[in-house]
């Protein structure tokens, strides 16, 4: 942000970067031999809707979207919504690969479609040790971060967290801030 | 339109560019002054007042970093604000992080002030040192939805560092009240005889800061219905708390400019408010949920 933009509160909307998401195809094989983390079959696009004048017509989007998605991938795509108000498009497909294609695609349909600024994370769940494992690709960083929840209380399990930061690095672009590692509790998958 | 466009206002950035060159030219005139002041000291072989105009010089970059850097935690201080810890209100702390990392900020800290007026403020001179602080009436008066509006509003203060901008844009003012406070009595009676000379300037730099104050709260009112995704929230927000609320416990901690609704909340003219009539804020809101309502291309 340059001076102009601080003088006049020009601070805008970060847009959407997806170009990292297929990172995790590449990384799966490693995850899963080497890390130990077996996919789920499940993924999640986490936005922030519209309401008002948009919500209308968002609505009608974000349904031919998903039949869209239907069609072109064979993935399952289902929608949720969590108690901040954001809006999950829940993604079922046994294969990995075609998992990560649909979110790309749901996730490049959304920006398309001018939601871009309003999209939050996506979301890709794993079977790990103790606790089901997530990791979180954040939309305006462009980066992956894992979420170990431990099921208690929103409590998440750190020490998890970085191990497998530390195992993962050299796979995918892991956030290097920790501060933003944002958690995603009660992810409504089911 | 493009989204990030919605609500962009051009009539606002040129009032705010006007606003914020004349602010730039009383501080030149004042640095030229001194300068002058010192030049003259300088060829009479004064060095007292020579002294006296260097450190005059120096005093103007000095102030506004020490109210930079302290201005903040002075405030929470002087609110009586608590930081809560995270396990305190978990809840509050997911939908500050929701709304922070929507900006692609960090998350701030929260703090609470026990107070029966309702209104929120948010400080920070650094993104690690940020904090947002709600008055307990707040919290209770109002629903998740129209917290996460006021929370997104305190984002786009700090995304927009208004804290540094109200700062350099109330160092005219502030000075020229400091000079007058400081002052005893017969030097009071001296500075009137001179009025005319600097009254004029110090009703304008007062003036220019309230104005600049109320320009930064429309962007951040849009800032707030970008992040959230729902003007209506914060519209809501502001019907329940943006009428005259009682008289605020805030107004000593001297930030009136970044709470969301003004710690001096006494009807008055436009021109004398640190915050639009919330009239005029409601109606840029509905404007922008009228601008989201149109198609997407």
């Given at each position: ?70 069609r ?30 649909t ?62 930061k ?25 | ?17 006007a ?12 640095f ?35 109210h ?62 940020e ?19 006021v ?96 008289a ?29 009539p ?20």
């Open positions: 942000m340059g001076l102009g933009d601080v003088l006049f509160g020009r601070k805008k909307l970060k847009g959407s970067n997806l170009d990292k998401l297929f990172a995790l195809s590449t990384a799966q094989l490693t995850l899963e031999t080497e890390v130990g983390l077996k996919p789920s079959g499940v993924a999640a696009v986490v936005f922030k809707p519209l309401s008002a004048g948009e919500f209308m017509q968002a609505e009608r989007d974000i349904d031919e979207l998903l039949a869209v998605a239907a072109d991938s064979g993935s399952r795509v289902t929608r949720r919504s969590d108690n901040f108000g954001f809006q999950w498009l829940v993604i079922r497909d046994s294969d990995f690969e075609d998992l990560v294609t979110t790309h695609l749901v996730s490049s349909e959304l920006d398309a479609r001018g939601f871009g600024g309003q999209l939050l994370a996506a979301l890709f769940a794993f079977r790990g040790g103790d606790h089901p494992v997530y990791l979180i690709y954040g939309y305006k960083r462009g980066t992956f971060w894992p979420f170990v929840p431990t099921g208690e209380d929103q409590e998440r399990d750190n020490a998890e967290e970085l191990r497998l530390s195992e993962l690095e050299s796979e995918l672009p892991i956030e290097p801030d920790l501060t933003r590692w944002l958690a995603l509790f009660d992810a409504p998958l089911d | 339109v493009r989204r990030k466009d919605v609500g962009r206002d051009a009539p606002l950035t040129v009032r705010m560019g606003a914020l060159a004349v602010i730039g030219a009383i501080y030149l005139a004042a030229l002054l001194l300068l002058l002041g010192l030049v003259s000291a300088a060829n009479k072989g004064d060095l007292g007042a020579a002294l006296g105009y260097v450190f005059f010089l120096a005093c103007i970059p000095a102030a506004l970093y020490i930079l850097r302290d201005g903040g935690k002075l405030a929470l201080r002087a609110a009586r604000a608590r930081v809560l810890r995270r396990d305190e209100v978990p809840e509050l702390y997911d939908l500050i992080a929701r709304v922070a990392a929507q900006a692609d900020m960090p998350a701030p800290a929260a703090a609470v002030i026990a107070s029966s007026s309702a209104n929120a403020f948010a400080v920070g001179t650094s993104r690690d040192n904090v947002i602080a709600f008055t307990t009436e707040l919290l209770d008066r109002l629903n998740p939805e129209e917290l996460e509006a929370i997104g509003h305190e984002i786009s203060h700090l995304a927009n560092r208004d804290g540094m901008v109200m700062t350099f844009a109330s160092g005219p003012a502030m000075a020229g009240s400091t000079i007058w406070d400081d002052a005893d009595r017969l030097t009071k009676v001296a500075y009137l005889l001179f009025a005319p000379l600097w009254a004029p300037v110090y009703a304008l730099s007062v003036l220019l800061m309230w104005s600049m104050s109320r320009y930064r709260e429309y962007v951040a009112d849009r800032g707030s219905a970008l992040l959230t995704g729902a003007p209506e929230q914060l519209m809501s927000a502001l019907a329940k708390i943006g009428g005259v609320t009682p605020g416990d805030l107004r000593g901690a001297g930030i009136s400019a970044l709470c969301i609704v003004s710690a001096r909340p006494r009807r008055r003219l436009e021109l004398f408010m640190d915050h639009p919330l009239e005029k804020r409601l109606e840029r809101l509905e404007e922008i949920a009228r601008e989201t309502g149109r198609p997407v291309h």
